[in-house]
Structure formats: structure tokens, C-alpha cells
């Protein structure tokens, strides 16, 4: 297959389709980046969309081009949520039968919610890649047509017409950032603004430990990825799509990777400032603009919000990750007299220094410790990096012997 595969024309009359089930998802200017970056910064809310991202877009373009034959004999995906409730919802609305294979260790939030849309769930493997595997067997065995969750045409044309609204809600746009996985998100809104803005800067974002496509790209054919070891299981994908592959080595200008610390702190960032619940993978577009605000980000910049299914137990993890990644946190050890009244006058004093205390925890019995000593582990809120230094300047100066491990 070649970039040829699937065009423009393609993703005009995948809107055709498409908008009789989804609507224009919002494009909201984000302040923070937008200061940040020193030029006007819009988030494409994606996040929004029906079933929670942008993968109903391509499910229900996908199913909707099926034979009656085809949709009688039922469908199968395989995905770690977001294309599993497109399928699910698409199938529902189309009154197909679906079954979708997901990851053991999926989010229960999108296993529930695809469940909620009529479509039967089995867990199988540890990674897209091998649920993948296991729903093309059962595609084989029964007849069932499979759903792939990047790699066809009908797909990655429904994607692009997310493409399709950031040129009219943002005409003028000069830079697109998307996050990437398998590349059917990426690749059709890549094909739309070439079309339509074709001076634009189209970057794409991969967590780093879960990057196929850079050194796929260097090769110039998709190479598996060594590694899958992200909390950004949306795009944790180890092959990247022939389809997809094609257009983005063709018409995307760049993808950029990110780090575990730098998702979590977008995605902190985007709850606080821009009340928004975004998934790590969601985030990772935001995330390259957070870090990265010297790169030379021609403006205005519409950053692609893809999802916001996660899990409240991850999202509550997150939010500490990212807190500590952002000096929110700070945790020190402090050696003290183990006399009455030492711990209190410590936590009096970072309550001078307006740092709350979250959690303390005495060691009595490390050797290196005298006897008429305590080890304290102490661990604060705070506001950011300059008051982790001003607090810490003054306890120092208090007299106290703060380690640090």
C-alpha cells in the first residue's frame, strides 16, 4: 500500500458519514500554553467527543461502509479502550454485533463503558499488539469482520475529519500537534491540512518509552518497538499501521517523543488551569508544548486533546506523579533529638514556611543514628519549585540536617 491508499477525497466523504453521528468537538484557547509558548495556543477537545475521543470517528465510518452481508456476520476489535467504545457505540447505533478483545489490566472505566454500548468484552494478552492477534484468530474462525483500531483506509479517513474542523474553527492555523499511536488520528488530519493549509507544521508526539515511530520512520517501514512501558496505554503501540505509516512518513513534518514526567505534568496542567480530564495519551500533544516552549512553535498552535477515558485510581496517581514532577511535593529526611517537642517545633516550622504536611515517619533504628536520635521522613505540599527552595533554605537555616534519597 502506498500514501495513495487513502486521500483527501477520502476523508470528505468519510465526513459525510461521519456527521450524522458526531458533532464538531469544541477548540478551547488555553491561556497557560499560549503564555508559555508567546503565541496563541488552542486545544482541539477530542477529549469531548462522543465515547470519550476521537475513535468513534473512524469505528463508525469503518462500519458504516460494511456490506449487509458483512455486518450480519458481526465484527471484532481488539484495543485498550478508546477504539474499543468506538466499535462498541458504532456497532450499537448500526445494530451490529461486536465483540472486542482488550488487555488484561485494561482501565475498567473503558471495559465498563464498552460493555455499557452492547459489545461482548474478552481480556487477552498484556499489549494491544497481542489482543490484536487474538482477534484476527477469532475473525478467521468465525467470519466476523475485523475492526482494525489504525491500519485501514476507512479509518484513518473517518480520523481526518477531525482534521477537517481545525481548518474551519481555526483557519489561520500555522502548527498542529498530535498525539501518535498506531497513526490513523495523525495521518488523517495530516492528509486534511495538506489539502487545506498546506504551509502548516504537522508534528506528532509518542511517549518515549513506547516509540515505534522515529526509528520507524528513520528506516522508512514500520519496525516494532522494543519497549511498552507507559502509563500512556492509548498510544502504547508496538508496530505502526502500513496505512497510517505511509501518510505520515509522506506528509507529516516531524514526530517528537516525551517523557512519563512531562504526560503527567499536562495532565495535571489541563485539569487545573483548563478544567479538563484528559488521558496520559490524550496529553501527550500538550505535553511536547509544555516542555518545550523555546522550540520556535509558529503560532496559532492547536494542540489535539485526543482522549479522556482514564481510570479515577490512575488519574488520582497521576495527579501526585504530577505534582511531585512539578515540585508540588516535597520529601526530605531530617535527623532530630528524639526528645518531646522536636517534632512538633519541625512541623511548626514548615508551617511558618506555609508548606502543609501530608504524611511523617520516625526511624529509630538506623545505625548510623545515635541513640538520643530520630530519623524523620517528612513529606510536604507546596506551591513549585521556588517554595521547595525557600522552604528548604529555611529549615536549613533553622539549624536542621536534611537528607535527601
Not at 20 to 47: A, F, I, Q, Y
Not at 355 to 366: G, M, S, T
Request: charged content about 20%; proline content about 5%; glycine content about 10%.
Amino acid at each position: 500500500m502506498s500514501a495513495a491508499t487513502v486521500t483527501y477525497a477520502d476523508v470528505l466523504a468519510a465526513r459525510e458519514v461521519v456527521g450524522t453521528l458526531v458533532r464538531p468537538t469544541p477548540m478551547l484557547h488555553s491561556r497557560v500554553l499560549s503564555e508559555k509558548l508567546g503565541t496563541t495556543v488552542l486545544l482541539k477537545c477530542e477529549n469531548l467527543n462522543r465515547a470519550g475521543s476521537f475513535k468513534i470517528r473512524g469505528a463508525f465510518t469503518r462500519l458504516s461502509r460494511l456490506t449487509d452481508e458483512e455486518k450480519a456476520r458481526g465484527v471484532v476489535a481488539a484495543s485498550a479502550g478508546n477504539h474499543a467504545q468506538g466499535v462498541a457505540l458504532a456497532s450499537q447505533k448500526l445494530g451490529i454485533a461486536a465483540k472486542v478483545y482488550m488487555p488484561v489490566g485494561a482501565s475498567m472505566p473503558k471495559l465498563n463503558a464498552t460493555r455499557g454500548y452492547g459489545a461482548t468484552v474478552e481480556q487477552f494478552g498484556t499489549t494491544l499488539d497481542e489482543a490484536i492477534v487474538k482477534a484476527q484468530e477469532y475473525a478467521a474462525a468465525t467470519g466476523a469482520v475485523f475492526i482494525h483500531p489504525f491500519d485501514h483506509p476507512d479509518i484513518v479517513a473517518g480520523q481526518g475529519t477531525c482534521g477537517l474542523e481545525i481548518v474551519e474553527q481555526c483557519p489561520e492555523v500555522r502548527t498542529v500537534v498530535v498525539s501518535l499511536g498506531g497513526g490513523g488520528l495523525l495521518a488523517g488530519i495530516a492528509l486534511a491540512l495538506r489539502e487545506l493549509t498546506p504551509q502548516a507544521t504537522i508534528v506528532g508526539v509518542q511517549a518515549e518509552a513506547a516509540a515505534a515511530y522515529p526509528m520507524s520512520l528513520a528506516a522508512g517501514h514500520p519496525i516494532a518497538a522494543d519497549k511498552m512501558a507507559t502509563m500512556a496505554d492509548g498510544i502504547a503501540v508496538g508496530l505502526p499501521g502500513k496505512v497510517p505509516f505511509d501518510v505520515v512518513r509522506t506528509h507529516v513534518d516531524r514526530v517528537d517523543t516525551v517523557s512519563e514526567d512531562a504526560l503527567s505534568r499536562a495532565l495535571l496542567q489541563l485539569l487545573e488551569h483548563n478544567k479538563l480530564v484528559v488521558e496520559p495519551a490524550g496529553a501527550a500533544a500538550a505535553a511536547r508544548l509544555n516542555e518545550t516552549p523555546d522550540l520556535g512553535w509558529e503560532g496559532p498552535v492547536v494542540c489535539v486533546l485526543s482522549g479522556g477515558n482514564i481510570d479515577p485510581l490512575l488519574l488520582l496517581r497521576i495527579i501526585r506523579h504530577g505534582m511531585a514532577a512539578a515540585g508540588r511535593y516535597l520529601q526530605f529526611r531530617v535527623v532530630m533529638p528524639d526528645r518531646p517537642g522536636s517534632l512538633a517545633r519541625l512541623i511548626a516550622d514548615c508551617a511558618a514556611a506555609d508548606a502543609n504536611v501530608i504524611e511523617v515517619e520516625h526511624q529509630r533504628h538506623d545505625p548510623s543514628l545515635r541513640v538520643d536520635e530520630v530519623d524523620i521522613l517528612v513529606q510536604l505540599e507546596t506551591k513549585g519549585p521556588q517554595h521547595c527552595h525557600e522552604v528548604l533554605t529555611g529549615l536549613r537555616a533553622a539549624g536542621y540536617r536534611l537528607k535527601f534519597a
